[in-house]
């Protein structure tokens, strides 16, 4: 196996906004080898050309041969849906697997009104493409859940991590943002798994873990490692603006009709992102983790000044992983970008 904690990162973006589409804001990859060659990259995204105005986003995809030059795809594969409550405003953060049955099944955060949990959904396809919503919650806790990833055990259930929130609507702050987890036989079905996987690290000022991904041993013996992105706090006095994502006025406030602009706000607001990595014995009790993947901070150069986060990792064919992950640099502009294993 290749060394999981060097990482060398590849020049320029994989994915930018270049269309009315995600021309606003771009993040939160998911990448899938597609069975007859290549790759697709899922990204969460929202822009001028999005399909309503009160719609904070939707999942696009893109194409490539050799994982490095992607050609965005027409159309929207997964947009929230405006007559269910808790998935009416957006559609975020994919992660796809193949079904037993044929097929592949995508889970993805889902937000309703400011003032609900957010909740983790499903959809299904044939393709890849053309997706349909399956009715239902996948899993939820009692102050959200997010950023699924989705891992199939050697046993033949499957694991989906996410953070979790354990406070009440409308009352979670970042701090209480963790990794959880829970386990499906059927991939419908989740019984959330005791405890918490990680909880934030407050002694290193983490406030929000915003996604984490799990990769098996490669053989027995072998640790579970675990891929995470954690928020910074900002310097004492800043003053953060809330999100338009947990701002029940938002759209009285007109945010409706710029909710990049105003995420982008909170995003810039003295925060920062990195990448960490964990490892466990059984994939349950994980360590603290170590920074893998950061930016050269504010005021700095590159694609991922500011913030690294929402990572998705891929085996390649020489035996590497790649990394794909979310990416801010100093002046605000989100794309997605890559790194490698030495």
């Given amino acids: ?40 990259l899922f990204y969460t995204a929202v822009g001028p050309g999005k399909p309503y105005p009160a719609c904070q986003g939707y999942i696009l995809s893109a194409v490539s041969e050799d994982g490095l030059r992607f050609r965005p795809e027409p159309g929207i594969r997964v947009a929230p849906q405006p007559p269910l409550p808790h998935a009416c405003l957006r559609a975020l ?47 939820q806790t009692s102050g959200g859940a997010g950023a699924p990833r989705y891992l199939p055990l050697p046993d033949g259930r499957g694991r989906l991590t996410c953070w979790g929130c354990e406070r009440g609507p ?9 990794v959880v987890s829970a386990v499906t036989s059927d991939g419908l079905h989740f019984e959330r798994e005791p405890g918490v996987r990680l909880p934030v690290n407050q002694s290193e000022c983490e406030v929000s873990i915003s996604a984490a991904e799990v990769v098996a041993p490669a053989a027995a013996g072998d640790p579970w490692t675990m891929f995470y992105s954690a928020w910074q706090d900002p310097p004492a006095g800043t003053e953060v ?49 170590k920074c893998v993947i950061e930016g050269a901070g504010y005021g700095g150069a590159g694609e991922d000044a500011v913030h690294a986060e929402d990572m998705s990792l891929i085996r390649i064919e020489d035996g590497r992983y790649r990394m794909y992950y979310a990416a801010c640099d100093a002046q605000g502009n989100w794309c997605v970008v890559s790194a490698v294993t030495a």
């Fill in 1 to 40: 196996m290749s060394n999981m904690d060097a990482w060398q990162k590849e020049p320029g973006p994989r994915v930018e906004g270049s269309r009315p589409l995600d021309h606003s804001k771009v993040q939160a990859p998911c990448i899938v080898r597609i069975p007859s060659g290549g790759y697709r």
């Fill in 93 to 139: 953060a994919a992660s796809v697997t193949p079904r037993t049955e044929g097929g592949w099944r995508m889970y993805f955060e889902a937000r309703g009104p400011a003032n609900r949990p957010t909740v983790i959904c499903s959809a299904v396809s044939a393709d890849l493409l053309q997706w349909e919503y399956e009715e239902g919650i996948r899993f």
């Fill in 170 to 178: 409308g009352e979670c702050p970042e701090t209480a943002k963790s």
């Fill in 241 to 289: 603006p809330v999100h338009p994502s947990h701002d029940p006025q938002a759209v009285e406030k007109g945010l409706s009709a710029d909710f990049a602009a105003a995420s982008i706000a909170a995003d810039m607001a003295g925060y920062r992102s990195r990448i960490f990595m964990a490892v466990s014995t059984d994939g349950l009790t994980w360590g603290r983790g």
